[in-house]
């Protein structure tokens, strides 16, 4: 069946939230599944692809299906902490300053080529992401619930652009590597341009999106696979604990104990989307990649063999024993 179709009746709302997004975006269907998995396990997500590939329509998009404010911030060399988080502006009739809020307090921010911006400005967003507040002065502002961001950088520019800091690349839960469309696609794309935009509609609202996310927690997670998460994560630290001595000096960090959690949170997010209540160790596998490599410090040796972090997980991923959790089936 065609996403342009109308949705089958027993559809649920996380799938006829994307059938209504694939009124205007043609392919990128991991993409807009990963921004799901972000949605409902409450995490931001990162992207890299060449321009003109409907990153930014696919949020919009998103954020008009499920009734959300969308707010997108062009990052450039001269942007300013204050110009996203917000700042505290003097009122000349009252005599005092007030509090003027920022493009963060949103439902979903658009953080258009992030790495634009200087590192200064890049740690602004350190703290709406982590603790999903902003403080301003000496006042502290929560930011809405439920609170997306999506940030993208181009990977073809060397010139006026900064890398992101590794603290801050940390918090993103995942990296999705958006690739050019197939020619079918393209055609699609271009037929689409000559007739009129079609008009999103509300399927959901902000409310139940959080009780979505709220039942995404109930699914079940057997220890087995979280063990497995860990070992994954150890791994990328240590690849010669698991046999692979010839990829260790390709490694300077690895990932961090953020990535095993995230891993975790967005395999029980996937696994809700695709109507289970407890995780496989596919839903694992299929998301180490997005989850892994943008926390992958590689060394500068990995670059002069241009070995990459991609490179790395799948030859990890190809040598550790998946589990066969009991719980499978609860």
């Known amino acids: 069946m065609s996403w342009t179709d109308a949705p089958p009746a027993s559809a649920g709302p996380i799938e006829k939230v994307l059938y209504e997004v694939k009124k205007t975006i043609v392919g990128q269907d991991v993409l807009l599944e990963r921004l799901i998995v972000a949605l409902l396990a409450r995490g931001h997500i990162l992207v890299e692809g060449v321009p003109g590939l409907a990153k930014t329509l696919a ?68 703290e709406t992401m982590q603790e999903r507040q902003v403080t301003i002065g000496r006042e502290t502002h929560r930011l809405p619930n439920p609170f997306l961001v999506m940030a ?46 079609p008009v999103i509609q509300k399927i959901i609202d902000p409310e139940t999106l959080v009780q979505l996310q709220q039942q995404a927690d109930q699914v079940y997670v057997d220890p087995s696979l979280i063990e497995f998460a860990v070992q994954l994560a150890h791994a990328t630290r240590d690849p010669a604990r698991i046999g692979l001595t010839d990829l260790a000096r390709y490694v300077t960090f690895g990932a961090s104990p953020r990535s095993s959690i995230s891993l975790v949170l967005a ?58 959790p009991a719980g499978r089936g609860r």
């Not at 009734?67 to 003097?90: E, K, N, S």
């Not at 258009?112 to 200064?120: F, G």
């Not at 900064?162 to 690349?169: G, I, S």
């Not at 410090?297 to 589990?323: G, M, Q, R, W």
Request: charged share 20%; proline share 6%.
């Open 59 to 126: 949020v919009k998009s998103l954020a008009e299906a499920i009734g959300g404010d969308f707010h997108r911030v062009q990052f450039t060399p001269d942007l300013v902490p204050a110009d996203i988080v917000g700042t505290r502006v003097y009122n000349q009739q009252s005599g005092e300053f007030q509090v003027q809020l920022g493009p963060v307090f949103t439902n979903l921010l658009l953080a258009d080529e992030i790495n634009r911006a200087p590192a200064k400005v890049q740690s602004a967003l350190l």
């Open 152 to 197: 993208t950088q181009n990977p073809i520019e060397n010139e006026g652009v900064y890398p992101l800091p590794e603290a801050q690349v940390d918090r993103f839960m995942m990296k999705v590597v958006v690739g050019y469309p197939t020619a079918t696609e393209e055609f699609v794309v271009v037929e689409r341009a000559l007739a009129p935009n």
């Open 267 to 324: 395999a029980r997010a996937l696994a809700f989307i695709r109507g289970r209540e407890y995780v496989v160790p596919e839903d694992l596998s299929e998301l180490a990649m997005d989850v892994l490599r943008h926390r992958m410090v590689l060394s500068y040796e990995a670059l002069s063999d241009e070995v990459t972090a991609d490179l790395i997980i799948s030859k990890i991923l190809a040598n550790l024993a998946f589990p066969d």
